[in-house]
C-alpha cells in the first residue's frame, strides 16, 4: 500500500472530526450541561463577583457555553489550571500560606483593554519553619505546556528577591489518541487533556511526579543503522523533484523499519520501499543526512533508485541519482541522541530555546528532551505494546519528535531551599499564563468578543501542609466576568479573596467589555 502523503491527508480529515468531536463530546466523560446565556440582571449559575451578576458590558445576545458541573465553562482549547508548590520529602514541622496573583493589566494594548489570553501570575509562598533545627528541603514547582512553548511559560523562582538554581524535568505526555470517530482505537490522533478533572485524575497519586522526576530508561538494545549522506542528483535529465527511493526486502514478523526524514514509502509483502526528495544546493538542509534504523532482523537486497519525482512510478526512472550508503550498529540510545540533535537543528535551527530573558540565545535542556521522548517512545511509540497507529505512516520518526516537543505536558521545576529554625522563607513563582479559550464563532454572546478562561487546583496530598490560601486580581476592571468562584469584585482594588482549601477548583471566565 502506497502511504506517500496519505498522513497529511488523514489529519486535514481528522482536524475537522476533532472540532466536531469538541463541540459535542466535551469534558473527558464528565457530565456538562449546555446553557443559554442569562439574561441582564439575572445572576448565572449562582456565581458571584462583578459583572457576573449583571452580565460585562455589551454582553448580548442569545449566545450559549458549555460548563462543568462546578460552573466553569468548557473550552474547545484548555490551557490547564496553575499548580501549586509541593516539597519533597520529609516535610512535618514546615507549614506554608499562599497567596496567588491573576495580573490582568494590558499588554501594549493601545487602548487599555485587556486583549491578549497570555496573563501573568504571580504565585507567592511564606514556608515557615515550626522547629528548632535548620530544614533542608527541595521544592517542586508544576506547570504545564509544550517544549515549544517553553520560552514564553517557564517560570522563575525566586527567594528573598534571589533567583534560585532550577532543574526541569519533563513529565510525559498528559493526553491520549483517539480515532477519527472519536473513540479510543485506532490510535490515530492526539487526544489532549480538555478539563481540569483530567490534570487532577492525571496528579492525583503521585505517580506522574515521580516518573518525571525518575531517570531516562536504559535503552541498550542494538540497532542497525543505514544512513545516507551525500545524496545527489548528478542526472542530465529534467526531473520535477528528483527523488531517491531506498528499495529492500524484509521479514515482516522479525524486522521493523524506523525511518528518519524520508518523506515517502510503501510496503508489499515483504517487499518495501523508502524515498526522500534531494534537496537543491541553495536548501538549508542540503548535504544532511537520512536514516533507516532497523529492528530486529537486518534487511537485505538494498537497491538504490532515483526518480524524477516523489511518486516512484515505473517508466519514471532518473539515472545518476547517488548517495553514499553507511551501515553500523549502534544501541538505540546512543542513536536517538544522534537523531535528537539532528533534530532540533532541523527544525527549529535551535530556537526552542530556554533564557532567564526569554531570548532565542540557548538551546533546550536536551536532557528533558532525551527523557520525553524516550517516555514518548515506551508509551505510543516503536517500544510501546501498542503503538499509536500515526506513528506507523508518514514521515516516521521525524513525526514522533515533532508530537514529542508538541504536545502538552507536564514540568516540573525543582529547587533546594533552606528554611531556618523558627523563621520563614519568601517564595515567589512569576511566569506568563495563556488562557483557555473557544473557537471563533462559539463564543457568549452576538458579538462574539474573545472569551478566555483561567483557573487554578488546589491539590490535597501535596505533602505539605498549607494553613491558607487566597488569590487577587490586578486589573480586573479591564475585562467583564461572566463566571467565577473566587469573588472577585469588578475593581483592580479589591482585597485578597480567601480560598477554601477544600474547594478544588477556582476558576474565572471573561470576555473583553463592551465599548
Avoid at 538542509?285 to 533507516?292: E, G, K, L, N, V
Avoid at 545518476?320 to 550498529?329: K, L
Avoid at 476592571?477 to 472577585?488: A, L, R, V
Amino acid at each position: 500500500m502506497n502511504v506517500r502523503y496519505l498522513k497529511k491527508i488523514i489529519h486535514s480529515v481528522l482536524s475537522l472530526s476533532v472540532l466536531l468531536i469538541c463541540l459535542t463530546a466535551c469534558g473527558d466523560g464528565h457530565s456538562a450541561r449546555d446553557l443559554e446565556a442569562p439574561a441582564l440582571g439575572a445572576t448565572p449559575y449562582g456565581l458571584g463577583g462583578g459583572d457576573s451578576g449583571g452580565g460585562p458590558d455589551g454582553f448580548t445576545g442569545a449566545g450559549s457555553i458549555t460548563f462543568n458541573d462546578d460552573g466553569s465553562a468548557i473550552y474547545h482549547s484548555y490551557a490547564g489550571p496553575v499548580f501549586q508548590l509541593s516539597v519533597l520529602g520529609e516535610t512535618s514541622g514546615l507549614s506554608a500560606t499562599r497567596n496567588t496573583v491573576f495580573d490582568f493589566s494590558p499588554r501594549s494594548v493601545p487602548d487599555g483593554r485587556f486583549s491578549h489570553s497570555d496573563i501573568v501570575i504571580c504565585d507567592s509562598y511564606t514556608l515557615t519553619n515550626n522547629t528548632e533545627n535548620d530544614i533542608k528541603a527541595r521544592v517542586l514547582y508544576p506547570f504545564n505546556g509544550c517544549f515549544t512553548d517553553l520560552s514564553r511559560l517557564l517560570p522563575t523562582i525566586t527567594a528573598g528577591g534571589v533567583k534560585l538554581e532550577t532543574t526541569l524535568h519533563a513529565g510525559a505526555y498528559s493526553g491520549g489518541f483517539m480515532s477519527w470517530d472519536g473513540t479510543d482505537s485506532p490510535a490515530a490522533n492526539p487526544k489532549p487533556l480538555n478539563t481540569w478533572q483530567g490534570y487532577e485524575a492525571l496528579l492525583s497519586d503521585g505517580a506522574y511526579a515521580r516518573r518525571a522526576l525518575e531517570a531516562a530508561s536504559e535503552l541498550d538494545q542494538m540497532v542497525t543503522v543505514y544512513e545516507f549522506s551525500n545524496a545527489r542528483n548528478n542526472s542530465s535529465q529534467a526531473a520535477v523533484a528528483p527523488t531517491l527511493a531506498a528499495c529492500f526486502r524484509y521479514d515482516e514478523r522479525k524486522t521493523t523499519v524506523l525511518p528518519y526524514m524520508f518523506n515517502g514509502g510503501e510496503t508489499d509483502d515483504g517487499y518495501m520501499r523508502l524515498s526522500f526528495f534531494i534537496p537543491e544546493e541553495w536548501r538549508f538542509h542540503y548535504d544532511r543526512s537520512y536514516y533507516m534504523l532497523v529492528f530486529g532482523e537486518d534487511i537485505s537486497d538494498l537497491v538504490i533508485q532515483g526518480y524524477k519525482n516523489g511518486g516512484c512510478h515505473e517508466g519514471e526512472e532518473l539515472d545518476g541519482v547517488t548517495a553514499d550508503v553507511s551501515r553500523y550498529e549502534r544501541t538505540y540510545g546512543d542513536i536517538l541522541a544522534v537523531l535528537l540533535d539532528d533534530f532540533m537543528a532541523y527544525y527549529h535551527d535551535g530556537h526552542v530555546i530556554i533564557t532567564d530573558d526569554r531570548s532565542y540565545t540557548e538551546p533546550i535542556d536536551m536532557a528533558a528532551l532525551y527523557k520525553a521522548t524516550v517516555d514518548h517512545m515506551f508509551d505510543y511509540g516503536i517500544l510501546s505494546e501498542n503503538i499509536a497507529w500515526m506513528y506507523t505512516v508518514g514521515m516516521g520518526f521525524y513525526d514522533f519528535l515533532v508530537d514529542v516537543i508538541g504536545l502538552d505536558r507536564v514540568f516540573y521545576l525543582d529547587a533546594d531551599i533552606v528554611v531556618p529554625a523558627g523563621g520563614s522563607i519568601e517564595l515567589r513563582v512569576d511566569m506568563n499564563k495563556p488562557g483557555s479559550f473557544n473557537h471563533f464563532g462559539f463564543s457568549y454572546g452576538a458579538e462574539d468578543r474573545p472569551t478566555y478562561g483561567y483557573d487554578m487546583l488546589i491539590m490535597q496530598g501535596a505533602n505539605l501542609l498549607y494553613d491558607s490560601m487566597a488569590a487577587e486580581a490586578i486589573c480586573i476592571e479591564n475585562t467583564g466576568i461572566f463566571g467565577q468562584n473566587f469573588g472577585f469584585g469588578q475593581d483592580s482594588a479589591a482585597e485578597s479573596m480567601a480560598l477554601d482549601l477544600n474547594v478544588p477548583h477556582y476558576y474565572i471566565d471573561l470576555r473583553l467589555r463592551g465599548g
